[in-house]
């Protein structure tokens, strides 16, 4: 499992994160400006988030997922070590010290390996 520092703060979003599933049938609506790789997807819920397009069989209007996805982001300050689990268009699923886990991206962490003190 590799590690890494925030070096900028980072705050989730205030809108609930979505979670869909393999098979989960979505509409999705335009790419983000900032992170092209994400399209905005609502769920049957109504509920919607930002998702990696390559999560889905179509690039636009209704498409199904073809993997799990979750869009919780992780709240983090400049200073704290996460583990990291695993890279997604940008962004890493992280675990914090207090357990906490989410979605942050990369530009605000620095990968540490064994000599970075």
């Known amino acids: ?9 980072h705050r989730a979003p205030a809108r ?5 599933a393999a098979g989960d ?5 335009a790419h983000d400006c900032d992170w092209p790789q994400f399209v905005w997807a609502t769920a049957k819920n109504g509920l919607g988030g930002w998702i990696p397009a390559d999560v889905f069989d179509a690039e636009r209007g209704s498409a199904i ?3 799990d996805y979750d869009t919780r982001e992780l709240d983090a300050d400049p200073g704290t070590e996460l583990a990291l689990d695993r890279e997604h268009a940008d962004w890493w699923w992280a675990t ?8 942050i991206p990369a530009r605000v ?4 390996d ?3 003190p």
Not at 1 to 9: D, K, W
Not at 25 to 29: D, I, K, N
């Open 1 to 9: 499992m590799r590690c890494a520092r925030v070096i900028a703060a």
């Open 16 to 20: 609930s994160p979505i979670r869909v």
């Open 25 to 29: 049938r979505v509409t999705l609506g």
């Open 65 to 67: 997922a073809l993997k």
């Open 96 to 103: 914090a010290p207090d357990g906490a886990q989410g979605w």
């Open 109 to 112: 962490l620095q990968l540490l």
């Open 114 to 116: 064994e000599d970075t």
